[in-house]
């Protein structure tokens, strides 16, 4: 044991706490021997340091430069988290100014419905037919009538569609002498439509029809001379009792 001892009195500090590192349990168990740091001489004084107090010293030196390393762990541990600390105060200040320079987005207005085209309402008075050249009109004279022309003529090929120009109640519907095959449709009262020279009848008498409704054909029967709608407006079912068309529609918002 001495021999240990006086080796490690021979090394130099820095070997002597290397060689101490690296003996672990033995320089454990020989420093844990109990051996005074000092011994007494016969005279009383102090002796000199001996191999074991050089050993006690150098483990006071491993604890200093462990205290000294545990505290620079805790520096370092203490600097790491004061800087991130600041780093995670850098951000929210940065993400807080951004929030406040950023504009809030204007609130949109509620999308509107979208407004639906009110249904046309059908027309209550309608044309006769629906593609004509105006021939003869209301209350001419001339070699052709023995009276004064008594309606307004639609020229137009035969078969072309001819329709009632209101709803009513068809109250004639056959041969009517000069004027070949026609209809008469009573309306509202003392109103009266006459549909003269048809090629061909679709209604017969007592029939009620809806206005715009297909009632016979364009044609050239009776007193005519080629295909034509001859067409009245009356105040009774008779002959005789006709006015102006162009008048009488017109007041009913139909332009001839």
Known sequence: MFKHAQILTDMTP???RAAFMAAGVGA???LGTGVA?????????TAPQTG?????TSKSGIKALTAQAEAQKKAAEGK?????AAAERAGQEAADRSERKAPEAPAKAPAKAPVKAAAKAPASWVKPVDSYVKGSTFGI?????????????F???TGTSVKTVHEGTVVQAGWGGAYGNNIVVKHDAGTFTQYAHLSKITVPVGTQVTTGQEIGKVGSTGNSTGPHLHFETRTTADYGSGVDPVAFLKQRGVTL
Do not use: F, I, Y
């Open 28 to 30: 454990t168990a020989v």
């Open 14 to 16: 820095l070997r002597r």
């Open 37 to 45: 740091l000092g011994t007494q001489g016969e005279t009383g004084d």
């Open 141 to 153: 004279g001339g070699d052709r009538w023995a009276n004064k022309h008594s309606g307004q003529d």
């Open 155 to 157: 020229a137009a090929p």
């Open 80 to 84: 790491a988290a004061a800087e991130a």
């Open 52 to 56: 074991m107090t050089s050993a006690a």
